[in-house]
T-cell receptor, first 112, second 113 residues
Framework: AQSVTQLDSHVSVSEGTPVLLRCNYS??????LFWYVQHPNKGLQLLLK??????LVKGINGFEAEFKKSETSFHLTKPSAHMSDAAEYFC??????????FGTGTRLQVFP | SQTIHQWPATLVQPVGSPLSLECTVE??????LYWYRQAAGRGLQLLFY??????ISSEVPQNLSASRPQDRQFILSSKKLLLSDSGFYLC????????????FGSGTRLTVV
């Protein structure tokens, strides 16, 4: 079955240190991949997306992600965490239709 | 530009009471529309989606129903709420196709007491 796996349910970092949120998807021809962020009691906001163009994708707020087909991964990174980055992050994949398959989410905590 | 509106932001309802949540999209036509629920500590569950007026697909059996009376209006309803209906409800729209992703509304926090 087509799926997406977020390997960490919680990630904690100190402010100013790098962020790595991991995501793997089930292998399929030409997936589209997305990262969304959700702050408490808010809707989901699109951070970035990969749609078969450049494999390194830059998004908003300094985030980026690299599509690695050989590893079926789409990890989200940021060089330096900010307190405002604390939120829930969802890795999402779509294959042949606009139906999105959501990961279970990673809660990012940022300590001062 | 396209915008999506969802209301109310919060709602506290007694068990057995009816429910109506509304979602509207502006700035586009014939969008695909979605209702999701997010229970505490859990991921997103797709409840309903619609590809056109009057066309509703249900993903899971439940106490809820959805309707699309107009092209850009999507309504989530219940005749009698259960405690298990509590959660965070999100409306979303898309253009269709696998490359666009969804745009989400700001959500409704429903607490059934």
């Amino acid at each position: 079955a087509q799926s997406v796996t977020q390997l960490d349910s919680h990630v904690s970092v100190s402010e100013g240190t790098p962020v790595l949120l991991r995501c793997n998807y089930s292998s399929s021809y030409s997936p589209s991949l997305f990262w969304y962020v959700q702050h408490p009691n808010k809707g989901l906001q699109l951070l970035l997306k990969y749609t078969s163009a450049a494999t390194l994708v830059k998004g908003i707020n300094g985030f980026e992600a690299e599509f690695k087909k050989s590893e079926t991964s789409f990890h989200l990174t940021k060089p330096s965490a900010h307190m405002s980055d604390a939120a829930e992050y969802f890795c999402v994949v779509s294959y042949n239709t606009d139906k999105l398959i959501f990961g279970t989410g990673t809660r990012l905590q940022v300590f001062p | 530009s396209q915008t999506i509106h969802q209301w109310p932001a919060t709602l506290v309802q007694p068990v057995g009471s009816p429910l109506s949540l509304e979602c509207t999209v502006e700035g586009t036509s014939n969008p695909n529309l979605y209702w999701y629920r997010q229970a505490a500590g859990r991921g997103l569950q797709l409840l309903f989606y619609s590809v056109g007026i009057g066309q509703i697909s249900s993903e899971v059996p439940q106490n809820l129903s959805a309707s699309r009376p107009q092209d850009r209006q999507f309504i989530l309803s219940s005749k009698k709420l259960l405690l298990s209906d509590s959660g965070f409800y999100l409306c979303a729209w898309s253009r269709g196709g696998k490359d666009y992703g969804y745009t989400f509304g700001s959500g409704t926090r429903l607490t059934v007491v």
